[in-house]
């Protein structure tokens, strides 16, 4: 990485200010040592600063010690999106929308291991698939390939392919709760339903390793890390053609609905749309649609059992009370509740928008004004074309 690209802040924290490039929103915050930084390709540098080209971050793009060369967005880039004025980037996870990396600790000892270790790596690689194109073991049908999808490292656990204590040990335990399948396209389930359980190539691994220091011994011992010189396996898996397909499906479509929206970037792997659009809400489904649905599910209850038809706006506010988590039935009974409450009749969206701010300011001390204000969808709300334009 060029030198004259960015200045020392202090040790290891170093910046590239909005001016190195036209069209920077943000400035770049690196968090590594200089060695590793210079040892950086000068793409990393070009792919940094066009992250920070986006629109609506928050703060800084960061990029992490083990920066190199991605799609759009380096590897080991960070950037935060706002809700409101934010943008959904897919290239900018860098196409590893479906990659993984796991460390599977044993309680073998160096001393135990490496009398044998050129057997146990002969073994290893005769049992996992790996390479371009490679297949693996399981044949499934579209219907468990969903749930697949949906049900994540759970789906692994039930198959046998795991034990259950595992999934405490991942992030999210291993399933998102909000996944939608039915947003992933048929060519994306036909590329990725017959690698399951494969490594993939490229920069993509499985190693036998050995612990040589323990810095932190109370963290170690969670993660199972309990001395110098055990042995542990750690695999670096692929987005693989399911993963890449993914991307490559929402890129294109994001990159012709970008002018739309009036958006421009300076890397077409960086095609995004807004947040609250309607293409940006369906790539992020994922993300959402647990929610959606858990709220969607007693209001189509509520207008079937009044036989109706109409237009929902769902206002749903956590405040900090709400510590823990409790998953989409909070959302589903909470909004049957309200339902059961006493309607009030307004005239107006403006009506309905000032009486949502006023119950949030009573019963909870926040004003969401700017909430209400800066939302696009709700824009889209009061201007939505009704029959009447075409009487």
Request: aromatic share 8%; hydrophobic share 40%; with cysteine.
């Amino acid at each position: 990485m060029n030198t004259k690209s960015y200045e020392k802040l202090e040790d290891y924290k170093y910046i590239i200010s909005k001016t190195y490039k036209k069209g920077m929103n943000v400035p770049v915050i690196i968090i590594a040592s200089e060695k590793l930084i210079t040892a950086m390709e000068d793409e990393v540098v070009d792919q940094i600063t066009n992250v920070a080209c986006l629109p609506g971050l928050v703060g800084q793009a960061i990029m992490l010690p083990d920066g190199h060369v991605g799609y759009g967005c380096p590897i080991g880039g960070v950037f935060a999106s706002r809700v409101h004025g934010g943008i959904i980037s897919p290239g900018a996870v860098g196409f590893d929308i479906n990659c993984g990396m796991r460390l599977l600790t044993t309680h073998l000892t160096k001393e135990e291991v490496m009398p044998r270790i050129e057997k146990i790596v002969e073994l290893l690689f005769a049992n996992i698939p790996s390479g371009v194109g490679g297949a693996g073991f399981l044949r499934l049908h579209k219907k468990e390939f969903n749930s697949l999808i949906s049900e994540g490292a759970l789906w692994a656990v039930n198959q046998g392919f795991g034990r259950k204590e595992d999934l405490s040990s991942i992030e999210e335990n291993g399933r998102m709760s909000f996944v939608d399948s039915e947003v992933v396209s048929k060519h994306a389930v036909e590329r990725g339903i017959l690698q399951i359980g494969t490594l993939g190539s490229g920069n993509h691994y499985l190693e036998v390793q050995t612990v040589d220091t323990i810095f932190d011994s109370a963290t170690a011992r969670k993660h199972g890390i309990e001395k110098a010189d055990q042995v542990v396996v750690m695999f670096h898996c692929g987005s693989r053609g399911f993963g890449h397909q993914v991307a490559t499906d929402y890129l294109n479509t994001f990159e012709k609905k970008m002018p739309k929206y009036g958006m421009h970037v300076p890397d077409p792997q960086l095609a995004c749309a807004p947040f609250e659009s309607y293409d940006g809400r369906k790539d992020y489904a994922s993300n959402t649609v647990g929610g959606y649905y858990a709220a969607r599910l007693p209001i189509l209850e509520y207008l079937n059992g009044i036989q109706r038809q109409a237009s929902v706006l769902a206002i749903r506010l956590e405040t900090q009370s709400y510590w823990a988590s409790l998953g989409v039935w909070v959302v589903r009974e909470s909004v049957r509740k309200a339902l059961k409450n006493k309607k009030i009749t307004f005239s107006d969206m403006k009506e309905i928008t000032e009486s949502a701010r006023k119950i949030s300011m009573i019963k909870y001390g926040f004003d969401n004004k700017t909430i209400l204000d800066r939302s696009k969808l709700l824009e889209q709300l009061k201007t939505q074309t009704n029959l009447n334009k075409w009487l």
